[in-house]
């Protein structure tokens, strides 16, 4: 984490934080998302992994991309994203009555558009079993 200078951090999740931070050697602003029990626990050491390895596969103009990833000397496991500004959760948060036609047609447009991206690359959010579905 030594190439990058903390700025905030922009939220937390079941395995990890993002923080807002900038490259030291550009300035650059970018999303770093530090996985908290990766160091710890080897499964999610080994989610943490499979999220690398897939994210590293995919380049769509709707999916943010990851930059750089890396293991620290004390095995803390680290995604480096470009920064993206304001989310769809924020917006949302904005406008409680909804969100406005043209926002909401391209918010659907984009996602649909990197759901079908994922899709042809055979990656899957989750899986179920057919039990699930009964």
Known sequence: ME???YLSTIGEGSYGYVYKCAERATGRIVAVKAFKQAHIEP???KLALRE???LQGLNHPAIVPLLDAFKTKTGRVYMVFSFA?????EALG???A????PQLKLLAWQLLQALSYLHRKKVAAFRCSSAAWS
């Not at 909804?98 to 036609?101: D, E």
């Open 85 to 89: 500004g304001r989310n769809a959760f």
């Open 52 to 54: 690398v390895r897939v």
């Open 3 to 5: 190439e990058y200078i």
């Open 43 to 45: 499964e999610i050491k």
């Open 98 to 101: 909804g969100l406005p036609a």
């Open 94 to 96: 904005e406008t409680p």
